[in-house]
Every structure is written in C-alpha cells, then in structure tokens.
Antibody
Framework: QVQLVESGGGVVQPGGSLRLSCAAS????????MHWVRQAPGKGLEWVAYIQYDESNKYYADSVKGRFTISRDNSKTSLYLQMNSLRVEDTAVYYC?????WGQGTMVTVSS | QSVLTQPPSASGTAGQRVTISCSGS????????LNWYQHFPGTAPKLLIN???QRPSGVPDRFSGSKSGTSVSLAISGLQSEDEADYYC???????????FGGGTKLTVL
C-alpha cells in the first residue's frame, strides 16, 4: 500500500533552517510528480512546492519562493524540502503528497 | 484570499443531502481536473473525488462531484455524523503554475 512518511520537523528560531524528508513506498515513486502542502494552525491547506517526476520542473508558492527548495532522490524514493530563512508564519504541519495520497505530516514551529 | 472560492461552512442533519461549491477560473477548474479532499484535523487529508466526479476505491457512493464551467460541487447524500470534517477543493492553475486550494468548508452535522 502507498505510504508517505514525513520527518525532520521541529522547533527553530526565526531565520533558521530545516530540511524535511518524505519517505515514499508502495508505488513507483520515480513516475510521479510530488508536492509539499502545509496547514498553519487554524488555517486551511496551502500548497508550498511542486516537483515533476524527473525534476525537470519545480514550482513554488510566492510565500516561500527564494527561501525553500524542493528536491527528490528517485533512487531512495524520497522527497525533500530545504527550508531556509524561516519565518514565524512558516509555522505549520507540512505534508508531502502525490495528490491522491498524503502523509501524516510533520510539524514545523518557528519561534524565538 | 484563496484562488478557489468555497463557503467557509455548511451544515445539515443526519440523512440530508448537502452540497459544497467551489468556484474558480478558466486557468484552473476550467482547464484542469479538480480534486476534493476530506480532512480531519491532525490526520492526512483523504481524496474523495478526482477528475471532477470519480471516486477512488473505498469512498462511499454517497459522495459525488459535478462540474459546470469554472465551478464544481461536492454533494454528500445520506449525511452521517462521521462526515463532519473540513472539505477542500484543489486544482492546478496553468497561469500561476501553482496547485491552488479553496479556503476549506467546515461541515457540521446537526
């Protein structure tokens, strides 16, 4: 069965960095486009970033452009999100998703 | 302000039929497939409807989708207490090169 397991969340100070990982299994990871989506406390779902199956295209929400980088390693069936220059407003649960399946999410808290 | 527009709330009594609307534009709903998700806080969102009106395996046929131009609707018939959740629509936007979401609709079963 399809499994997406996020890790790497935690508490970080404003201006800091975190790298999220998403371990995928149960499907041909290298054939699927992937996304990161987040949900801030009390808010709705917000798309963060997209990567095409072969990394040929990457797109970002304006709110994270220039600060976040999405990548993948198809040999390790893993998706990543490098988050730099973190802001308080980046506090959220971060989900990795192939659109039809979602992980359980990992919490990122940006606070001084 | 979300690119896709949903009502913030909806409600119905057990057994009733409720609909949740999602309005977009030619660059998203008008061009690309739309997904509906059910989300219980603290859990992984679940795909309810894809390609506008197709249900993944395991989703009850009480859930159905429809599309008219740049608007779509999710209908839930025979409302049950366990349907109380947040519902989101989402579609790729060709102009923004972004996956855009509605603001979410909180469904209450009275």
């Amino acid at each position: 069965q399809v499994q997406l397991v996020e890790s790497g969340g935690g508490v970080v100070q404003p201006g800091g960095s975190l790298r999220l990982s998403c371990a995928a299994s149960g499907f041909s990871f290298s054939n699927y486009d992937m996304h990161w989506v987040r949900q801030a406390p009390g808010k709705g779902l917000e798309w963060v970033a997209y990567i095409q199956y072969d990394e040929s295209n990457k797109y970002y929400a304006d709110s994270v452009k220039g600060r976040f980088t999405i990548s993948r390693d198809n040999s390790k069936t893993s998706l990543y999100l490098q988050m730099n220059s973190l802001r308080v407003e980046d506090t959220a649960v971060y989900y990795c998703t192939k659109a039809d399946y979602w992980g359980q999410g990992t919490m990122v808290t940006v606070s001084s | 302000q979300s690119v896709l527009t949903q009502p913030p709330s909806a409600s119905g009594t057990a057994g009733q039929r409720v609909t949740i609307s999602c309005s977009g534009s030619s660059s998203n709903i008008g061009t690309n497939t739309l997904n509906w998700y059910q989300h219980f806080p603290g859990t992984a969102p679940k795909l309810l409807i894809n390609s506008n009106n197709q249900r993944p395996s395991g989703v009850p046929d009480r859930f159905s989708g429809s599309k008219s131009g740049t608007s779509v609707s999710l209908a839930i018939s025979g409302l049950q207490s366990e349907d109380e959740a947040d519902y989101y629509c989402a579609a790729w936007d060709d102009s923004l090169n972004a996956w855009v979401f509605g603001g979410g609709t909180k469904l209450t079963v009275l």
